[in-house]
């Protein structure tokens, strides 16, 4: 199953990539819990509308938002993904690269849970374990 779970991460970035939210968001629970790094303000988004709330606040912030992976690591029930983005803020114009941490717990081929972070260790730390 595991195995299916990293397929499962490259197939939601790919989605993005392509600009295709339908397609991204068929591969979230319909009940998931969504924690976002980059509007972390925002709090915990809930379901399938929660995720389409952080998507629009996001796209509003940075239109051209442009997420790749870096990195997925298999953690059995978890994904551990390592990835990096581009962007320009929409008021600012100000262009910025990030990379962030992402921990996407899978249950029967979609994501229930998923959080971001700033670091690995951050996210290794929230999975239980350590570098």
Do not use: C
């Not at 262009?95 to 972070?117: C, S």
């Amino acid at each position: 199953m595991s195995q299916e779970n990293v397929l499962l991460a490259h197939r939601t970035y790919a989605a993005l990539q392509r600009g295709d939210f339908d397609e991204f968001l068929s591969y979230f629970d319909p009940q998931v819990e969504f924690r976002s790094l980059v509007l972390e303000m925002e709090g915990v988004f809930r379901g399938h509308e929660g995720v389409r709330q952080w998507w629009a606040g996001l796209r509003g912030a940075f239109p051209d938002w442009n997420p790749s992976l870096v990195e997925v690591r298999d953690l059995d029930d978890r994904v551990l993904i390592h990835a990096s983005a581009t962007g320009k803020g929409a008021a600012s114009g100000v262009g910025i690269q990030t990379d962030l941490w992402q921990l996407v717990e899978v249950r029967n081929g979609r994501v229930v849970w998923y959080a971001a972070f700033r670091t690995e260790a951050e996210a290794l730390e929230a999975a239980g374990l350590r570098e």
